[in-house]
């Protein structure tokens, strides 16, 4: 195997969105983390620690400023950790993203005003991945809505998952627009904990706690689950931000404390945000505050299949996204494959013919394909695979191609 070594982490922001943490002039910049210092006497006194921060320390987590909360970058290593969840299976704390409970009457209906994707395809026990917009089509935050039904009163419950930097925006915005139509929207995660269980061999594991079926539930799939050892049942969806199969847990603080525990003694790997950023750009899952922001479109980052204007429903943003489906976006977002071992960071120019026509909005060394890969905006006219393309690194053009994403997908 080629050895490389990743001098730099960029770590994805979860949607991120800016970092709360650095945020002050230069947000887009400081959303990607580059020659990171672990010196805990720097970091910012106010920062939030999740309820699995000890845990993560003494498992040999080396901590950062992110999003407002210091987490974990790395365990054992970036890339020892990516083939984990790429082979086997790994396990990461995501409690710094948001998790809103919306419930009322049809509140489907009312949350519908707010994203372009019908939220009518799916049902109880289903979920989607959507963005929430802007009057300009931009893009405010990605979110992914699950359906849990209804009670016995008939009243209608929505679980949302928001980014972490934009929780306290989202979380006032939403209740600005559902709560004067008779919605409550709370906070489901409070002190709880979010762990992702991802890799081939995550569900597996977690029907050993279980003892249920899980692999009959399905991508987006939902659940309450009874897990050994735990007081509570556990939510539990069959999603993740790392392009292998996995789950994502709800749990309370307690019980979240003990399953990371248990985890750790069936050999589940620890994983950082490091590793979960190069697992999601080789899967081509796109990070909030670099590869799409309030001032590009779905239809620009590749997103367009979310934009449902087949349906009669208005929504925030229709008639800007109505005009660009219409003309055409004037630029999108595509994959690079890089010649050599350089590697395209966030905010690198892409030329064509020695001329800036592009930026990168996302890159790094793939673990798995072992080449450099990226995400990067450019021309309409240029986003078709195979425009053979540049980006300008330490003064130097090193070529790149346009190829099809993802980069990498599971078999």
Known sequence: MRKFKLRTLSVAVDALKPISAFASTSDAKRNSIHRIRCDHARFPMDLQRTPLHDLCRDTGGRMVPFAGW???????????????????????DISHMGVLRIEGSNPKDALQTLVPTDLHRI??????????????????????????????SGEGTLLVVINAACADSDTTWLKQQLEPRGLRVQDEKRDGVLLALQGPKAVGILEQLSGERLHELPRFGHCLLSLQGLSDQVFCARTGYTGEDGVELLLSRNDGRKLWTQLLELDVTPCGLGARDTLRLEAAMHLYGQDMTTSTNPFETGLGWLV??????????????????????????????????????HDYPVLHDGETVGIVTSGSWSPTLEEAIALAVVPTHLAKVGSELGVEIRGQVQPATVVKRPFYRRG
Request: proline content about 4%.
């Open 308 to 345: 449902h204007l087949e349906m009669p429903q208005d929504f925030i943003g229709r008639r800007a996204l109505e005009q660009v489906a219409a003309e055409g976006p004037s630029r999108r977002l595509v994959g690079l494959k890089l010649q050599g071992r350089a590697i395209a960071r």
């Open 70 to 92: 210091e987490m974990p970058v790395q365990f054992s290593g970036l890339v020892a950790e990516h083939k984990a969840v790429r082979d086997s299976a790994g396990m990461f």
């Open 123 to 152: 049902g109880p026990g289903q979920a989607c991945y959507t963005v929430l917009l802007n009057d300009n089509g931009g893009i405010r935050d990605d979110l992914i809505i699950y359906d849990q039904g209804e009670s016995t």
